[in-house]
């Protein structure tokens, strides 16, 4: 891309940075977290101990954003699907975390389970688009005592790609460094190249960190294991209702845990990644899928780069409940929108009704989106008007190019060949049976999972990871 | 908008319009037309009589190229509802020409009729995204001998809106400027607000202008009757397989049709109006729901800017037969690359199945779609942010922004509130019939045409009409 979309003139993007650090001096944070507030406090910034308020002064927060890398990498247990942004960008991947999932045997929604996972996990091995896999779901059936390392198993069981998912709480942190390292062989191997990233939500807008998110960004950070914050205020109700206001709040709420972040380890590579998003004034429900939401991430992306940092969003978020044309274009939109802005993370898909409801249909299809978006990026083919020159002035006025060996060369990479876009006009498609987008991706959906799924883990590394932890749920493999 | 969205580098731009000019001076168009030829070889271009091969040195397309005006006006028969963009822009209607329709009272596509045209004005009338009424289909029943009035009169029947529809033929064009006079009150008074404008395609892919739309071009910017041109080339079949050949070649193709339009009157109003698209090689289908359409858009929208004319583009349309989920994110995704490339007019809506089917609850689906796209090139607000500061401060950490006066000022403005978007939670919908975005539209499309309709045209003024024009289809109106 040669020139990302801008909606904000250079003028308003020192004005947002200005009215952050504003924000960050004369506001500042509540910051719940103990550690937290005595890292603050040692750097510079000043913290009522009574109330937990914390501001930071404008010279502490310039000096310690700028310590922020400006690449972060996602390591896959196969080295080669490691993806390092912006340079690889952008990635593709789906939402994670929620409660309920649509079976793709019933079509019906019912509460998530690690079976959705490792079916998920299939999926995103299967489908090149898809750079990362995402866990997708929180599972009903999670072993108490094993619970985060239940859903990060049956992702690596499944697919070679970087895993990402929820950061593990204090307690299941131990347990899922155990599983990297038996899986890479010694914890060290683990550390070396870590295939699982944490997300985590430590800001409660308006300007708030938490205790256990942000303890465990500290963590992280110090150990050197990568996670990446997102941040997401809501116009109207966690955010003024203005998109000018929340892009400020949402600058300044990711500028403090950058900060923060950076005084734990200088050099923590993170990502400017957020979702902010309106609620719907007339009933207060969270509208994502609002137009709004792509609006403000094209903001977001353009702070980021005045940041100098990787940077991303979770956009294609839809309100429907079904696969159907408001899922199509609410996805479809916000997600153009933070592909053209130019980010290098693009978190598009796979969910419907708001954030509560993965569907493996929709994975697929937004899967095409996916590479819809990248062909967006990529934008036009550099310098082709000299060779296009010589083709049009060959074939000349009323020829056609249908038989030229630039078009021969080039016909499968010229553009995208969409699969479940159906092409075929009227009649050829209603004799093919008249489906619809959902109908198709169905098929692909129980063709890859009626499919052998090669397990990725060896035999014995496997065996040694269900003999220290018992009743881990793997989902079927070839390899079993 | 700040700064639109641009995939082209400033020297591309400029290597764009120098390959355009290479084209039009080294290779040149076909024209057919023995009125162009004269009028181009009058006017410094190279005529060869014998192959009718017509090249244009370069000066003279750059004298030609910035006579074009800055700005293109749409009349209505309500003159509140006339629209001068860019100022106005962005502007959004439908496309037009369908053979085909579906029926609202059976969903099933069957020959596209008058009885369409009637209804697609009443609900253009009643949407206010809409900013224009474009004639949607060419109607099987329209009479020989009176076919393009036949088109016109039920959408000036039923909408007060600037109407846009094919270019008529010699014949029938006395015709039409005859029901135009008869509705203003004389010939004068029409040629004075000319509210229908013609959309015309003069140009056959690749470089080469036809004899009966090119005549009509001439005729009409001789008569100063309201016209613009479509230039369509698609990648591979009549362009080269390359999206910035296809750039170059579209680019070269409205250079000729802007210089010749200029020839035949300085000053005519005109629009940079493409819809470029590539074939999907697989099958040759035109496949103009690509994303390609979207991406060769966003260039052509950076030429009109460098040419400083009035922009827009047929985005938005869908490979799709129904609406489904790519019938959403085909239609969602080249209408917001158009809109955020900054163009002034977005046709982007009511039609599936390529550009072969009509159908009225697209275009109340697409409506939406519309809404969003003006939310969308309106951006972030301009300068809120000293504004949000003082909210942001007030509230403070852990605050809620939903009882703010601020909040409550702007509860319908701040955000789009949609209609056909449903962003009830999983349970509620479920409870309210589990419908999808085609079954919301389609229950607005019933009860707009359930609705009365007043008619748009004086009674008397009706009764001349019929009189002049026996047997014109009317669709019912309230005034009848």
């Not at 870590?194 to 985590?200: A, D, E, K, S």
């Not at 159906?422 to 999972?449: F, N």
């Given at each position: 891309?040669?020139?990302?979309?801008?909606?904000?003139?250079?003028?308003?993007?020192?004005?947002?940075?200005?009215?952050?650090?504003?924000?960050?001096?004369?506001?500042?944070?509540?910051?719940?977290?103990?550690?937290?507030?005595?890292?603050?406090?040692?750097?510079?910034?000043?913290?009522?101990?009574?109330?937990?308020?914390?501001?930071?002064?404008?010279?502490?927060?310039?000096?310690?954003?700028?310590?922020?890398?400006?690449?972060f990498t996602f390591h896959g247990l196969d080295p080669?699907?490691?993806?390092?942004?912006?340079d690889d960008g952008p990635l593709v991947s789906i939402s994670g975390g929620a409660p309920t999932a649509v079976d793709p045997a019933t079509g019906q929604a019912r509460p998530a389970c690690l079976q959705d996972i490792a079916q998920a996990a299939r999926l995103m091995e299967e489908l090149p688009g898809y750079d990362l896999c995402t866990v997708p779901v929180i599972a009903h059936d999670a072993p108490a005592g094993q619970f985060q390392i239940a859903h990060y198993y049956p992702a690596l069981r499944h697919c070679r790609k970087p895993v990402r998912g929820t950061q593990p709480d204090t307690a299941d942190a131990e347990q899922v460094l155990h599983l990297g390292a038996l899986i890479a062989g010694s914890e060290a191997a683990y550390r070396a190249r870590?295939?699982?990233?944490?997300?985590?939500c430590p800001v409660i807008s308006p300007l708030t960190l938490d205790v256990d998110s942000t303890d465990m960004l500290i963590r992280c950070a110090r150990e050197e294991l990568p996670l990446f914050a997102c941040v997401?205020?809501?116009?109207?109700?966690?955010?003024?209702?203005?998109?000018?206001?929340?892009?400020?709040?949402?600058?300044?709420?990711?500028?403090?845990?950058?900060?923060?972040?950076?005084?734990?380890?200088?050099?923590?590579?993170?990502?400017?990644?957020?979702?902010?998003?309106?609620?719907?004034?007339?009933?207060?429900?969270?509208?994502?899928?609002?137009?709004?939401?792509?609006?403000?991430?094209?903001?977001?992306?353009?702070?980021?780069?005045?940041?100098?940092?990787?940077?991303?969003?979770?956009?294609?978020?839809?309100?429907?409940?079904?696969?159907?044309?408001?899922?199509?274009?609410?996805?479809?939109?916000?997600?153009?929108?933070?592909?053209?802005?130019?980010?290098?993370?693009?978190?598009?898909?796979?969910?419907?009704?708001?954030?509560?409801?993965y569907d493996p249909v929709k994975l697929v299809i937004d899967h095409e989106i996916g590479l819809m978006l990248k062909r967006a990026q990529q934008g036009l083919d550099g310098d082709g008007e000299a060779e296009a020159l010589g083709e049009i002035a060959d074939v000349g006025p009323g020829g056609t190019f249908v038989d030229r060996p630039h078009t021969l060369a080039r016909l499968r990479t010229a553009a995208l060949l969409p699969e479940i876009a159906?092409?075929?006009?009227?009649?050829?498609?209603?004799?093919?049976?008249?489906?619809?987008?959902?109908?198709?991706?169905?098929?692909?959906?129980?063709?890859?999972?009626?499919?052998?799924s090669p397990m990725t883990l060896a035999p014995e590394v496997d065996a040694r990871i269900r003999a220290a932890f018992g009743g881990l749920f793997a989902g079927p493999a070839s390899g079993d």
């Open positions: 891309m040669n020139s990302p979309a801008r909606l904000l003139a250079p003028d308003q993007v020192e004005r947002v940075h200005q009215a952050s650090l504003e924000i960050l001096a004369a506001v500042g944070l509540r910051v719940r977290s103990h550690t937290a507030r005595t890292l603050l406090a040692r750097h510079g910034c000043r913290v009522d101990a009574a109330t937990c308020l914390v501001t930071f002064p404008q010279p502490v927060v310039e000096r310690w954003r700028q310590a922020c890398p400006a690449t080669q699907t490691d993806r390092t942004i912006p870590p295939f699982l990233t944490y997300v985590c997401a205020p809501n116009a109207g109700v966690t955010a003024p209702l203005s998109l000018m206001g929340t892009l400020v709040q949402c600058n300044a709420e990711f500028l403090a845990v950058a900060v923060l972040t950076q005084m734990a380890r200088p050099g923590t590579p993170l990502i400017y990644y957020a979702l902010p998003s309106v609620a719907d004034m007339r009933s207060l429900v969270y509208a994502p899928g609002a137009i709004e939401t792509g609006i403000l991430l094209m903001g977001c992306i353009q702070m980021a780069r005045m940041y100098n940092v990787p940077c991303g969003g979770l956009a294609g978020l839809t309100n429907a409940k079904v696969n159907d044309a408001q899922s199509g274009f609410e996805t479809g939109m916000s997600a153009l929108a933070l592909a053209l802005s130019g980010a290098n993370l693009l978190v598009i898909g796979g969910f419907l009704d708001a954030i509560m409801t159906d092409r075929a006009p009227r009649h050829q498609w209603a004799a093919a049976g008249a489906t619809t987008a959902h109908d198709r991706a169905l098929q692909r959906v129980k063709e890859i999972l009626e499919r052998d």
